[in-house]
Structure formats: C-alpha cells, structure tokens
C-alpha cells in the first residue's frame, strides 16, 4: 500500500538554509548540505529544496549547492528555484535532483512544463503554487511581484496538470510559518480539481496537522519547513504518531512507540529509572 | 564480488550522480559513469539509470552507438546489469509513452501507461511496499514488504515468470523484473534509503 509522505521544505536564500515566515521574515538556520543530512538520518520521506535567491534575481540554480547538498540525501530530492531552460534540469539531473519544481515559471511561462514533462516525463516535473485567502475566495500567489492574481488555485492547478507537471505543490501564504496548521479547505479543493499527487504546505506546527491534513483531506504528501528545523525529534515523534492511525513508512531505529507526548506533542521525559536502563543498551549500527 | 568493477552508463539522461553517491557510501571504489565502449567492456557490473520519457531515453542511448554494445556484453556475455526506473523499462520489447517505441527487448515485455481505479493518482509517487515472489540472492537480508521509493506513470507490463518482485497500487505492479544476469527495479533503491543500499549490496554481492 502506497504510504502517505511526510516530507521537509528547506528553503534556501542565499546559499543558507532560512525560515520563513510569511514570505517577508527570513531567519537564518544553517547549510543546506547539513540540513539534508541530518533530514535523511532522521528518516524524513522526500526533501524538497527551494533557492528563493535564484528566481529572484534571475540566475540559475546553485548547481554547486545542490551538488554538495545531495551527497548524502537518500531520498528523493525536488529541487526548485531559477529553473527557466531545458539544461538546467539536465544539469541538476546531473547534480542528485530527482525532480524539478516550477512556481514563476508555472505562472508566466509554463510552456517549460510541457517541455519537461515531454523530455523528462511528468513524475519528474512539480507545480508549485502559492495560494492566499481573499474576500473573494483563494487566489494564486505570486511571491516576486507580491501581487494576487486573479487565477483561483484549484482550476490553476489542473491547468497545470493538463500540460504535464506530475505534482502539485499547494503553499498557503496565509499560513507560512504561523504555525497555524495547514489550510485544509485549500487542499481540498486542490485534490478535488486533479488526478495527481498533492503535497500540502504551509502552517504545520506538530503531527496534529499532518494527522489532520492526512485524514481530511486527499493529501499524498505533506511538507513542512520551520517545524522540521525547530521542534526536537520532530520527524520520527511526526511519524510515530501518524502510524497509529494510517500508513506511514517508518524504519528507523528509533521508533518512540512508547514515548509519552504532552498536550503540544513535546516529547515528556522517560522516567529516571527507565533512563538509567537505557543507558545499558547497545545499539547496533545497521552494517549494510 | 566484494570490490567490482562497476560502470554507471551515461546516456544524458538518468540521475546518474545519485546512483554514484549510494556506491560511494556504500565503499565502491572502482566506479564510473561512463558510455566509454572499453570501459563498459572491462566492467563487472552495470548499472543502466533512467530518468526521462521512454523514447528519449531509448534514443539517447542509441545515438551513443550503446545498443549493439550493451546487447553484445548484457545477451551474449551475461554481465550483471541492474536497470533502475526507465533504465528497467526500457529493457522490455516495446513503450508506449508518447507512440509505440522500441525498447531493448531483453526482457518480454510492453511498458504501458498506469490504468488504476478511481481515486487512484498517477503517477505512482511515494513509498509502496515491496513483495517478492521467491527468494533470490538479490533480496538477501531484505523484509518482505519493505518500503521502496516508486516515481512512475509507464509500469513494465510481463509475464510472471519474470517478475519478481511486485508493489501494489490499486493493481500489481511490477516492481522487479529478472532475467538471468538481468535484473531491473521500477523503484529507486539509490533514494529509498537503507532498503535501496542493501538492495545494491545484495545485488554486487550476488554477482
């Protein structure tokens, strides 16, 4: 049975992993090639990198970046931002992308995501939009110009399907770094418009929200960002939780079966005398 | 065989650094990625990537003059070659992405679009369980229904006998194919993780 996937956004300006926060506030965390090692450790299920640096001033991805990045990511990498010719997803081919993501491109040129999805094939080829919530409804997004546009997301969304992109990616711009959880009425209405895996993004703030938006919604993936970044054993506590209820891939050693969560989903201390045994423990590092 | 010779075949199109870096994490030295003729020769093992539309992929590989060769040391030498995605796909006799295209027909076999129930999304992307039919060498020290990272919308479509591995999604899929010295995965063990690692320690060690 195909699981639900939780994965990590890390978004990326300046060569530095930052958070963000409602596309105006970005908080440095550290270096992508880190942050995606410590990722795949933790057992996330996709990564998906997006350089705001590079569309915003119109350069090409940091091939170099994403070089070193994708050294130790064993799973499967979307990679985003200044993607605007053919040979640029060559080269990221090249550099550990597993996929490409287009988000300006999608709204002002998205002839390239035909182009792509006819070369690469669609499961190669990610739509991200950027959705707020006006009086009159939602409206797709465009972060460089900050300007709501009149396109609603949902019949965007199969637009861009209907010309080859494999994915959609739906970001809340409400909801990015407010730790309000995800919007659940724009996801809805995304997966009800297409036939292609939805990835929902922007808000998480524990595994509430993914439990939350894994059952109400068709979501095949969730992603999150600054919770990932911020809130300790976040990922494997995440997918703990969710696996009590549903499909979820989780095969690393450390599992929290029998951890104990407060009311935030923090993780409560283990008892001194369980700690004390556990200290006696070996762990067998898995030799492959 | 512990230290192999093992070529990654460049043909333009496959995530072929991916593959390279789960070799190199898992200690393989002599490792190339290539479509040099004398080094796809001396190779011990192959491994064909694939990334891209069927008839690309089949026809940058064909531009490189690879098909003769590969046919050469894959049927007639029986090399290890271990295919991954479109690289397995287009070991099958014919795809049907975009028109009907020939394929390197080691493996009979047509590679079709997706057709599932309702409520099922195309392409198949995510982690899907893994059931093998039988053991063989290649799922050494691997759980049956462990999860393996899939990215498809063309599945290669075989008789039994040559499938052994599958993955359901509404329907069963094929998941591997195997055929003597050839063996191809739909999924991709370089991003799924330790189950893909040990999948190509098995698959090397096998060899």
């Known amino acids: 049975m195909l699981k639900k996937r939780v994965a990590a956004t890390v978004v990326v300006r300046d060569g530095i992993v930052v958070q963000s926060i409602g596309f105006k506030k970005y908080l440095p965390v550290g270096k992508p090639a880190i942050t995606i090692e410590f990722l795949n450790s933790w057992g996330i299920d996709e990564i998906i990198l997006l350089d705001i640096t590079a569309t915003a001033k119109c350069i090409s991805p940091d091939f170099d970046m994403i070089r070193q990045a994708s050294k130790k990511c064993y799973v499967p990498l979307t990679v985003g931002g200044g993607i605007t010719k053919i040979s640029d997803i060559e080269e990221l081919m090249h550099c550990g992308a597993d996929k490409v993501s287009f988000n300006q491109q999608a709204i002002h040129r998205s002839g390239i995501i035909a182009e792509a999805a006819h070369l690469f094939g669609d499961q190669c080829v990610v739509a991200s939009i950027d959705a707020v919530k006006t009086a009159e409804g939602y409206r797709v997004y465009d972060y460089l110009t900050a300007k709501v546009l009149a396109t609603q997301p949902a019949e965007f969304a199969k637009q861009l399907t209907d010309m080859g992109a494999g994915e959609i990616l739906i970001n809340s711009v409400d909801r990015d770094g407010t730790y309000t959880g995800y919007d659940i009425e724009l996801i809805k209405m995304v997966c009800n418009e297409v036939n292609v895996p939805v990835i929902a993004s922007g808000g998480a703030k524990n595994a509430m929200d993914f439990k939350q938006v894994f059952q109400q919604t068709n979501a095949s993936a969730a992603t999150a960002a600054n919770f990932f970044h911020f809130s300790e054993h976040s990922v494997i506590s995440t997918k703990a939780e969710l696996k009590k209820e549903m499909d979820i891939r989780l095969e690393t050693h450390a599992n929290y079966a029998e951890a104990c969560f407060n009311e935030n989903f923090r993780l409560n201390k283990k008892t001194d005398q369980v700690l004390g045994e556990m200290l006696f423990v070996k762990i067998e590092k898995d030799i492959i | ?207």
Not at chain 2, 4 to 17: A, E, F, M, Q, S
Not at chain 2, 22 to 29: E, I, V
Not at chain 2, 112 to 118: C, D, G, I, T, V
């Open chain 2, 1 to 207: 065989m512990i230290d192999p010779k093992i070529v990654i075949v460049d043909y333009g199109l496959g995530n072929t650094h991916s593959v390279a870096n789960a070799l190199n994490y898992l200690g393989y030295k002599k490792l190339q990625i290539t479509a040099d003729f004398k080094l796809i020769e001396c190779a011990d093992a192959l491994i064909l990537p694939g990334v891209g539309a069927f008839e690309t992929c089949a026809s940058n590989l064909r531009a490189r003059g690879l098909e003769p060769l590969l046919n050469d040391v894959v049927l007639r030498q029986k090399r290890p070659i271990l295919g991954i995605c479109v690289g397995m796909q287009l070991m099958a006799t014919t795809g049907e992405e975009n028109g009907i295209h020939q394929g390197l027909n080691w493996i009979p076999g047509v590679v079709k679009r997706l057709e599932l129930p309702a409520n099922y999304s195309v392409p198949h992307v995510g982690w899907n369980n893994v059931e093998y039919a039988s053991r063989s060498p290649l799922f050494d020290r691997i759980e049956q229904g462990a999860n393996y990272y899939f990215d498809h919308s063309y599945t290669f479509v075989c008789d039994e006998q040559y499938a052994a591995a599958t993955s359901e999604y509404g329907i069963s899929i094929v998941a591997v194919v195997q055929h003597e010295n050839i063996v191809g995965v739909q999924f991709h063990p370089e991003k799924s993780q330790v189950n893909g690692l040990k999948l190509f320690r098995s698959f090397f060690n096998s060899i």
